[in-house]
């Protein structure tokens, strides 16, 4: 089983950014770590047009639920490509 969690970042809040940390919610269960890919990549088709226009970066990975297995994919924006690094 799998969970995603994503690190989301404003661009510019009163002059800084401010990034915000945290497991995304699911109405089904990601059983694979195909399903959780997949996932991540309908969020994102989903999400990019507008986050792009509110300077809003993501960066999300899927955690295999009871082992430290992970990963990541950025969603590159037309202002670049960040690469976020979970701890």
């Known amino acids: 089983m799998f969970k995603i969690i994503a690190l ?7 002059g800084q950014n401010l ?3 945290g497991e995304i919610p699911l109405t ?8 959780c890919n997949n996932t991540i990549v309908s969020i994102g088709q989903n999400i990019d047009e507008e ?4 300077q809003i ?6 955690e295999n639920i009871g082992d430290k ?6 969603i590159h924006l037309n202002f670049g490509e ?6």
């Open 8 to 14: 989301l970042c404003v661009i510019g809040v009163n």
């Open 19 to 21: 990034c915000l940390t």
């Open 28 to 35: 089904n269960k990601l059983k694979t770590e195909e399903d």
């Open 51 to 54: 986050f792009i226009e509110r």
């Open 57 to 62: 970066f993501i960066s999300m990975k899927c």
């Open 69 to 74: 297995v992970w990963w990541y994919l950025v």
């Open 82 to 87: 960040i690469k976020l690094k979970f701890i």
